[in-house]
């Protein structure tokens, strides 16, 4: 499945609501059953979408903690070949 942006920003904006409610949250993430809930959250932002919980919302979900740990390891990895950002710049 292709997604769109508006589709990655519901996500996002879902799993950070499904983590302040704090019934699924956990040390390590979320508890079993998490994607259920949040493709019953994303049905009433997205109604068309026809989304899963798995396959879609699963493998969405790891693309984006991948692609943020490629960032997050350019910015702030100790092996980033003096890579950075600069504020003045």
Sequence with gaps: MKWVPEEDAALVACM?????IG???VDSGFQVGYL????IMLEKVL????L????NLESRIRTLKRDWTIVYDMLSGKDNSG???????
Excluded: I
Aim: glycine content about 4%; proline content about 7%.
């Design 16 to 20: 950070v609501d499904l983590h302040n």
């Design 23 to 25: 019934t699924f949250n």
């Design 83 to 89: 890579f950075g950002w600069d504020e003045y710049r």
């Design 36 to 39: 259920n809930e949040l493709k």
């Design 52 to 55: 899963k919980a798995k396959p």
């Design 47 to 50: 109604p068309h979408s026809m």
